[in-house]
Nanobody
Framework: QLHVVESGGGLVQPGGSLRLSCAAS????????IGWFRQAPGKEREGVSC????????KYSDSVKGRFTISRDNAKNTVYLQLNSLKSEDTGTYYC??????????????????WGQGTQVTVSS
């Protein structure tokens, strides 16, 4: 059974950093694409970044490009999202999601079948 679990959220000051983890189980990471999404209070969920577990091909939304970095550790079946230069508008619940992937990845919600429970990121002074 394909399953993902997020961790690493917390409270951080503006300009600070966090590293989120998404641990996948039920399939080797090199058969999957992993996407990161976030939802701020009162807003719709948006795609943030994604990575293909086999090729490493990745993508970022314009709102996080240059500040967030996605990476993978296939030996640990885990994808990481490094959040740097955090802003108050980065506050929200961050979700990872997964589905089968061949070469590319997508930050569209409809591309994913399995979702984690989310981890809260709060950027505040």
């Amino acid at each position: 059974q394909l399953h993902v679990v997020e961790s690493g959220g917390g409270l951080v000051q503006p300009g600070g950093s966090l590293r989120l983890s998404c641990a996948a189980s039920g399939s080797p990471l090199d058969r999957l694409q992993i996407g990161w999404f976030r939802q701020a209070p009162g807003k719709e969920r948006e795609g943030v970044s994604c990575i293909n577990g086999r090729t490493g091909w990745n993508k970022y939304s314009d709102s996080v490009k240059g500040r967030f970095t996605i990476s993978r550790d296939n030996a640990k079946n885990t994808v990481y999202l490094q959040l740097n230069s955090l802003k108050s508008e980065d506050t929200g619940t961050y979700y990872c999601a997964t589905s089968g992937g061949s070469f590319y990845c997508s930050i569209a919600e409809g591309s994913y079948q399995k979702w984690g429970q989310g981890t809260q990121v709060t950027v505040s002074s």
